[in-house]
């Protein structure tokens, strides 16, 4: 096979290159042994956390959401636990207690990444209290988690910026449906 370069007809000037099996050989193998060479994407189970981690959670003070809110400063960038309503819809996530009032008394809620570690029955059942019935768009849950609460100094936080504080979760501990009627 010859492929002509150069604008020529081959023997007219124009450069050619032979194409041999020998070319073809070297890129296929090349090929194969970069696909084999790529490693798989690390599942949770491979992951390691640091041993220090689950001892930080054990020992995470228990703060009454009311108390976050009131003494925000006091516990900014702390792990802290506590137990609030979780509230879910298309653009927000956050928590919040009734008993708590006023204008800031909403939390943005987020994830951690170390959330995965969360037992898989518990985030199951979370998910089912959440969402009873499918489609879902909008849930509650009476929760008690531990994660880190972030006061004012760091935001605004959340959809439109529209929280002064915000919460990630790191591990959930319990979870039970909430009454519908309080936002």
Not at 91 to 118: I, Q, R
């Amino acid at each position: 096979m010859r492929y002509v370069f150069g604008g020529g007809a081959a023997g007219l000037g124009g450069s050619t290159i032979k194409r041999t099996p020998t070319m073809g050989a070297l890129f296929f193998t090349a090929l194969l042994l970069s696909i084999s060479c790529v490693s798989q994407e690390p599942q949770v189970k491979d992951i390691q956390g640091p041993p220090s981690y689950s001892s930080t959670i054990k020992q995470a003070p228990t703060v009454p959401f009311c108390e976050l809110l009131r003494n925000s400063a006091r516990y900014d960038k702390r792990i802290v636990r506590t137990q609030a309503t979780f509230f879910r819809n298309m653009e927000n996530a956050y928590l919040y207690d009734p008993s708590c009032g006023g204008e800031n008394a909403y939390v943005w809620a987020e994830f951690d990444p170390a959330y995965v570690y969360t037992d898989d029955a518990l985030k199951k059942k979370f998910d089912q209290v959440l969402c009873p019935t499918q489609p879902c768009t909008i849930g509650r849950a009476q929760i008690t988690v531990v994660g880190r609460f972030e006061g004012p100094t760091g935001g605004p936080y959340g959809h439109l910026n529209d929280y002064s504080f915000r919460f990630s979760f790191i591990r959930l501990e319990q979870a039970d449906s909430a009454q519908t009627s309080n936002q």
